[in-house]
């Protein structure tokens, strides 16, 4: 393992975006929960299946049209593999 200020930062980077990214999540899944009765509510768990997760993305654009949440969440996600990529391609874990 090479550890060195590139691969350092490229590590960092994907992590801070994957935690904002599931904490958007939490929100999102949140905000969703506020506006459907207890027994439609969505369950919170630290691991959601895709179908899970495109039940969660359906209601939240059925409720919030304009809702930007999702696309952040998106936007971060897509950052953090791309930063993990970086730090694993500069040799992080050679």
């Known amino acids: 393992m090479r550890l060195d200020l590139a691969n350092l930062l490229f590590f960092c ?13 939490e929100r999102e899944i949140a905000e969703v929960n506020r506006k459907l009765s207890k027994e439609e509510q969505i369950s919170r768990s630290w691991i959601y299946p895709p179908g899970k997760i495109q039940k969660i993305k359906a ?3 059925r409720l919030y049209p304009t809702g930007r949440v ?3 969440r998106g936007a ?8 993990f990529a970086l730090a694993i391609k500069s040799g992080l874990f050679n």
């Open 13 to 25: 980077l994907g992590s801070t975006c994957g935690a904002i990214s599931a904490h958007l999540r």
């Open 59 to 61: 209601q939240y654009y």
């Open 70 to 72: 999702d696309a952040w």
């Open 76 to 83: 971060l996600f897509t950052s953090a593999c791309v930063f």
